[in-house]
T-cell receptor
Framework: AQSVTQPDIHITVSEGASLELRCNYS??????LFWYVQSPGQGLQLLLK??????LVQGIKGFEAEFKRSQSSFNLRKPSVHWSDAAEYFC???????????FGAGTRLTVKP | KAGVTQTPRYLIKTRGQQVTLSCSPI?????VSWYQQTPGQGLQFLFE???????NKGNFPGRFSGRQFSNSRSEMNVSTLELGDSALYLC???????????FGDGTRLSIL
C-alpha cells in the first residue's frame, strides 16, 4: 500500500536559517509527489509538485524539493526561512492511476526571531 | 477564478444528530475529495468523487457518505454524530485526483 512518512513532527529554526523537511514514501512505482502548507485555521496550499523530469523542483515562496528515487525521498528545502513560513507542512503522494492522495502526518515548523 | 468554497465554516451539533457539509469546487474541476483532519489522526482521506461517481473511499464507517452533483458541487453527510467526529473537514478539487489539489478552508465541526 502506498504511504508517506514525515519523520519530524516539529522543527524549530531561527529566522534566516536554512530549512529541510523530510519526506519518505513507499510505493510500487514512482508516484506523483506534492508538498502542501497549512496555516492555522485554513486549508492546504500547494507549494510544489513532482510528476517526472528534473528531480529538483521549484515551488512558490522560495521553496524547492528534490526527488531521490534511490532513497524514496522528496525533501523540502528553503535556503533562508522567514517568520511567515511558520506553519504545518504536509507531503502527499498519489499514484498515476490512483484516486487516493495520501498525506504524511505533517511537520510543524516554528520560526524563532 | 474563485477558489474552493466550503459551507458552513463552523458547525456545532450534538451527539446523534446528522450534518451535511457543502463544497463548491473550482470551476472546471471534476474531481472532489474530502478529508477529515484531527490533531490525533492527521489528514485522513474520506472519499473522492469524479463526474458524480464515487471512485474511492477511505476507511470510515457507513455513517459518512457523500455525493456529487452534475455541476461538480459535492456534499458530505455524517449521520448519528459521535463525539469523535469533531474535526476539520476539508474539501479539495482538482482536474483529476492525481493532479494538484486545491483546498477549501474547511468546515470546523464540533460535537457536544
Amino acid at each position: 500500500a502506498q504511504s508517506v512518512t514525515q519523520p519530524d513532527i516539529h522543527i524549530t529554526v531561527s529566522e534566516g536559517a536554512s530549512l529541510e523537511l523530510r519526506c519518505n514514501y513507499s510505493y510500487g512505482a514512482t508516484p506523483y509527489l506534492f508538498w502542501y502548507v497549512q496555516s492555522p485555521g485554513q486549508g492546504l496550499q500547494l507549494l510544489l509538485k513532482y510528476f517526472s523530469g528534473d528531480t529538483l523542483v521549484q515551488g512558490i515562496k522560495g521553496f524547492e524539493a528534490e526527488f531521490k528515487r534511490s532513497q524514496s525521498s522528496f525533501n523540502l528545502r528553503k535556503p533562508s526561512v522567514h517568520w511567515s513560513d511558520a506553519a504545518e507542512y504536509f507531503c502527499a503522494v498519489v499514484g498515476y492511476n490512483n484516486n487516493d492522495m495520501r498525506f504524511g502526518a505533517g511537520t510543524r515548523l516554528t520560526v524563532k526571531p | 477564478k474563485a477558489g474552493v468554497t466550503q459551507t458552513p465554516r463552523y458547525l456545532i451539533k450534538t451527539r446523534g444528530q446528522q450534518v451535511t457539509l457543502s463544497c463548491s469546487p473550482i470551476s472546471g474541476h471534476r474531481s472532489v475529495s474530502w478529508y477529515q483532519q484531527t490533531p490525533g489522526q492527521g489528514l485522513q482521506f474520506l472519499f473522492e468523487y469524479f463526474s458524480e461517481t464515487q471512485r474511492n473511499k477511505g476507511n470510515f464507517p457507513g455513517r459518512f457518505s457523500g455525493r456529487q452533483f452534475s455541476n461538480s458541487r459535492s456534499e458530505m453527510n455524517v449521520s448519528t454524530l459521535e463525539l469523535g467526529d469533531s474535526a476539520l473537514y476539508l474539501c479539495a478539487s482538482g482536474e483529476d485526483s492525481n493532479q494538484p489539489q486545491h483546498f477549501g478552508d474547511g468546515t470546523r465541526l464540533s460535537i457536544l
